[in-house]
């Protein structure tokens, strides 16, 4: 049972490239989220995901897409990196309000 | 809007002090208030809390809910340097979506 999992570990970017952070979580869960953490920022909400086929907007969302097409998988994506978008970014699943994180990706943008 | 405010942000302690800290909310539709310790990764759970007045307690930790006045402490008592870490403190609002306050830096020194 590996939980929740999130690739790349880090990641550097030029600005205008996009790229994909993937989750994936081995545990049935419906709920799915994005969040990034900023110094001094707490946890932000991006997207987050009720369900397979169901997304929707957090409190930062611009910049970012996501999709939701199988229970286990919930892709982040940054179309047009930007050097605002340097952050951690953690995804979570969560049952019965307990959310579970993953490991974390540390991203860069130049 | 719904917001979580946590104080102090940060605190600098010695070996064996007591710290407290707070976190206040304002949410529509309560559902839970959880605390989370954050160390170099992940965040990882310690309590959640949906009932006023009930303390959930765990070794030198212990937390407690008051719905009325819409705050939590969480309590740490004859603190070690293995505590040092940032406390995050969130609320659920419904549909498992959690607000997040900005966190608080505890740095205990030996």
Redesign the interface.
């Known amino acids: 049972n590996a939980g929740v999992t999130q690739t790349p570990k880090f990641q550097v970017l030029k600005t205008g490239q996009s790229m994909t952070l993937q989750c994936a979580q081995d545990m049935n869960h419906e709920?799915m989220?994005w969040?990034r953490q900023d110094p001094?920022?707490?946890?932000?909400?991006i997207h987050?995901s009720?369900g397979a086929g169901i997304t929707d907007q957090?409190e930062v969302p611009n910049g970012y897409n996501v999709s939701r097409s199988t229970t286990e998988d919930f892709p982040l994506r940054l179309l047009s990196a930007a050097p605002s978008q340097t952050s951690v970014y953690?995804c979570a699943s969560?049952y019965l309000?307990?959310?579970?994180?993953?490991?974390?990706t540390r991203l860069t943008v130049l | 809007e719904d917001k979580v405010v946590?104080s102090p942000?940060s605190l600098v302690v010695h070996e064996g002090d007591t710290v407290t800290l707070n976190c206040s909310y304002e949410v529509t539709n309560f559902?839970?208030l959880?605390w989370y310790k954050q160390e170099k990764?992940?965040?990882?759970?310690l309590f959640?809390l949906t009932s006023s007045g009930i303390e959930k307690k765990s070794g030198r930790l212990s937390s407690i809910l008051d719905k009325k006045e819409l705050f939590s402490i969480l309590n740490i008592t004859a603190t070690q340097t293995g505590d040092s870490a940032i406390y995050?403190c969130?609320v659920?609002g419904g549909?498992?979506?959690?607000?997040?306050?900005?966190?608080m830096k505890l740095t205990v020194n030996p």
């Open positions: 709920y989220s969040y001094g920022m707490g946890l932000r909400l987050y009720v957090g953690f969560s309000g307990l959310q579970f994180f993953g490991p974390g | 946590q942000l559902r839970s959880l990764k992940a965040p990882t759970f959640m995050l969130a659920e549909s498992e979506k959690l607000v997040f306050g900005k966190g």
